[in-house]
C-alpha cells in the first residue's frame, strides 16, 4: 500500500525537480556572462523586426491549429478554427508552468468546447508529438548537410541525439504499426503481460494504447498524410524564419554573417532545449541557443545570452497571455450561446463528456 508519504513526496518531487533543472540550466548558461550588457542590447531592440517577429510567431502556431484541424476532421469536421487555436496557446501556456501538462489541457479544452471525445483529442495531441518529434529529427539531419562544415565537431551530442531520436522513431513507427493493425491481441498480451506485476500500470498502459489508436485512427488516407506533411513542412519553415527574423530584431547581422541557413541550423539545434522537462524550456532553451551563437556562429556570449533572454521572454508572454485571454473570450462566447464556461479544473469533468 502506499503511504500519504510517498504520494506526497512523488507530488512535490514532480514539481521540485523541474524547477531545480531550470535553475541549474540557467546557471550552466548565464555564468560569467555580462547580463547588463545583454539587457542593454535587448532594450535597443528594432520595434519594426520585433512586431514581425511576433506576427511570424504567431501565424506558425495558427498554421498548427490549421493542421490540428485537418486531423480531426474525420471525428468533426466543423471544428471551430478559434477553439483549435485557443486550445493550441492554452497547451503552450500550461507547459510555461507545469512541463507536458499542457498536452493534456489542450486535448481537454478542445474536447469540451467541441464536445467531442477527450480521449480521442488527447490521442491526437500525442500523434501530433509524434510527427513533431519526427520532423525536427529530420530538420537536424538537414541541418549536418546544410551547415557549410562538420556540424558533428561543433556540438559534439548532436550526432548521439541524432542516432537516438532515430531509434526512438523507428521504435514508435513498429510500436504504431501494430496497435493500428493488430490492436486487440497487441493490446491484450502486453496489459496481460504487464498485468501480472501490476494490475494498475496494465490498466494505465491500456488507457495509452486506447489512446494512441483513437490519435492514428483518425488520419485517413494518404491525402491527408500529404497536407499534414505539407503543413509540418511549412511550421518548420515558419519557425527558422522566426529565428532569422530575431537575429535582425537584435541587430545580429552587423556582428556576423546572417542568412537562412543559419536561422534553420539555429532553429533545429536550439529545439533540443524544449524537449528537456523545464517550464516552457526555460534554462534549457537559453543553455543550447547561447552554445549555438558562441560556438557554431562565433557571436559574443553578450549578444547570444540577450537573443535567448529575448525570444524565450517574448514566447512566455504570449503563451501565458493567450491562454488568460482565450479562456477568458471563448468562455464569453460560449455563455452566450448557452453554454457552460471551462476552466483548469471543470475540463477534468465527466460532464457532457462520453470519455
Not at 517577429?53 to 502556431?61: D, W
Not at 483513437?214 to 524564419?241: E, N, Q, R
Request: glycine share 6%.
Amino acid at each position: 500500500m502506499i503511504s500519504v508519504k510517498q504520494i506526497s513526496f512523488k507530488k512535490i518531487s514532480g514539481y521540485l525537480i523541474p524547477v531545480i533543472l531550470t535553475l541549474l540550466f540557467l546557471y550552466l548558461a548565464l555564468r560569467g556572462i555580462d547580463l547588463q550588457e545583454s539587457f542593454e542590447i535587448i532594450f535597443n531592440v528594432s520595434v519594426i523586426w520585433l512586431v514581425v517577429y511576433i506576427l511570424v510567431f504567431i501565424f506558425s502556431h495558427f498554421i498548427r491549429a490549421i493542421r490540428w484541424k485537418l486531423m480531426i476532421s474525420q471525428v468533426k469536421k466543423d471544428v471551430s478554427l478559434t477553439n483549435l487555436f485557443g486550445a493550441v496557446m492554452i497547451g503552450y501556456g500550461v507547459n510555461c508552468v507545469i512541463p507536458r501538462l499542457g498536452e493534456v489541457y489542450r486535448g481537454f479544452f478542445l474536447g469540451k468546447w467541441e464536445g467531442v471525445s477527450r480521449t480521442t483529442m488527447l490521442g491526437t495531441v500525442i500523434v501530433e508529438r509524434i510527427i513533431d518529434i519526427s520532423a525536427f529529427a529530420f530538420a537536424s539531419l538537414l541541418s549536418v548537410y546544410l551547415f557549410p562544415g562538420n556540424l558533428f565537431d561543433k556540438i559534439v551530442w548532436l550526432k548521439t541525439s541524432l542516432i537516438i531520436g532515430f531509434s526512438i522513431i523507428f521504435i514508435l513507427a513498429v510500436v504504431v504499426i501494430f496497435l493500428v493493425r493488430f490492436e486487440a491481441k497487441f493490446d491484450s498480451a502486453i496489459v496481460k503481460i504487464v498485468g501480472k506485476f501490476s494490475k494498475k500500470a496494465s490498466e494505465t498502459l491500456s488507457d495509452i494504447f486506447s489512446t494512441l489508436v483513437s490519435g492514428f485512427s483518425i488520419i485517413d488516407g494518404s491525402k491527408s498524410i500529404f497536407y499534414i506533411v505539407t503543413l509540418t513542412m511549412f511550421i518548420l519553415i515558419l519557425y527558422a524564419l522566426n529565428a532569422y527574423v530575431g537575429f535582425y530584431m537584435l541587430d545580429m547581422q552587423i556582428n556576423g554573417n546572417v542568412n537562412l541557413v543559419m536561422a534553420w541550423v539555429f532553429m533545429t539545434i536550439s529545439a533540443y532545449g524544449m524537449i528537456i522537462p523545464t517550464p516552457g524550456g526555460t534554462g534549457s532553451y537559453h543553455m543550447i541557443s547561447i552554445l549555438v551563437l558562441t560556438q557554431v556562429y562565433s557571436f559574443n556570449y553578450e549578444l547570444s545570452a540577450a537573443y535567448a533572454i529575448l525570444t524565450h521572454f517574448i514566447s512566455y508572454v504570449i503563451f501565458i497571455g493567450s491562454t488568460l485571454g482565450f479562456v477568458y473570450v471563448i468562455n464569453r462566447i460560449r455563455i452566450k450561446k448557452g453554454y457552460s464556461s471551462e476552466n483548469f479544473y471543470s475540463v477534468f469533468s465527466l460532464r457532457n463528456d462520453s470519455k
